[in-house]
């Protein structure tokens, strides 16, 4: 069984920025909640682009056909054996091994365009368990965003969990709002469905989400590079 698991990103009040003085204070939140520091955790993403016939991956020369234009690649801390693609365009999400990213490369068909790491501390608090972190861009410490996951154990549907996890968002969201923070943390619920995804949460559906959280951050935060 593989437990519920919400992603939230932090979405900044209007002129303001993202910095990691807001990360410390979403750490004491947790802490102020009664959650225990338990070890540090990272995920990564990375932004893949159809090689084209010239071996380049942009938009330019002819791109191979039958291939996507584009697809996500997610390696999740809690599997460093599996590696998750997500074609957003067609709505799928594919599960294969750790060595995924080697055949691509060897395959020459994609390329990769950007890598972002998701990486924090993580914290247990009664049956839930807080990985709180920010995203930066591989080999570099300039902050892009915050978020967060929220796992609850007792509960791997999605429909039953839903109530136990929206009561907590409402008292994590009362717990950041004392700190008089320029923004607030957001749920963006990820369309499932549409992936062909059932209502007992998977990997998966950690993966989908990750890929929705990673809209709305570069939606929410300007990233230049």
């Not at 591989?138 to 009561?167: F, T, W």
Request: charged letters at 20%; aromatic letters at 12%.
């Amino acid at each position: 069984m593989t437990p519920v698991k919400w992603l939230m990103h932090w979405h900044p009040s209007p002129g303001a920025t993202v910095n990691s003085q807001i990360l410390s204070e979403a750490c004491g939140c947790a802490e102020s909640l009664g959650g225990s520091k338990d070890g540090r955790w990272k995920t990564s993403i990375f932004f893949y682009r159809a090689m084209t016939r010239d071996g380049a991956g942009g938009p330019a020369g002819q791109q191979h056909p039958d291939l996507p234009r584009e697809l996500l690649g997610v390696a999740l801390h809690e599997r460093p054996g599996l590696y998750f693609s997500i074609v957003r365009a067609q709505r799928l999400v594919l599960q294969a091994d750790a060595a995924f990213p080697q055949v691509m490369e060897k395959l020459q068909s994609y390329r990769i365009r950007v890598a972002l790491n998701f990486e924090g501390f993580q914290y247990q608090l009664g049956d839930f368990c807080l990985r709180i972190g920010k995203c930066v861009p591989n080999n570099s410490e300039a902050l892009r965003g915050i978020m967060m996951e929220v796992e609850y154990y007792p509960l791997s549907s999605i429909e039953k969990s839903k109530a136990v996890m929206e009561d907590f968002f409402d008292i994590w969201q009362e717990t950041v709002a004392k700190k008089s923070l320029p923004g607030q943390f957001i749920h963006v619920d990820s369309s499932f469905s549409d992936y062909g995804l059932s209502d007992q949460y998977s990997f998966q559906h950690t993966a989908v989400q990750y890929a929705t959280c990673l809209q709305q951050l570069m939606a929410a935060v300007t990233v230049r590079g």
